[in-house]
């Protein structure tokens, strides 16, 4: 897979996670339990690992295009 591709098949998961993000969010500030927390953080791992996952992606089809 090119640095192009792997981008881009990452870019196209960032919708459902603010999607998904946001809902869990909302939810816990509804209803605050530790679970919810928790799913939360991990939540948020996930989406600051595809984030950096992405940054580096971006700057290796950069490289690629240099």
């Known amino acids: 897979m090119t640095a192009t591709m792997h981008a881009e098949?990452?870019?196209r998961l960032l919708p459902?996670?603010?999607e998904r993000t946001a809902a869990q969010l909302l939810e816990l500030h509804r209803c605050p339990t530790p679970e919810r927390a928790e799913r939360m953080?991990?939540?948020l791992e996930g989406a600051r690992t595809l984030a950096l996952q992405?940054?580096?992606?971006?700057i290796q089809e950069a490289q690629d295009a240099a």
């Open 9 to 11: 098949a990452l870019r």
């Open 16 to 18: 459902d996670i603010s």
């Open 41 to 43: 953080a991990i939540e």
């Open 54 to 58: 992405l940054r580096q992606a971006l």
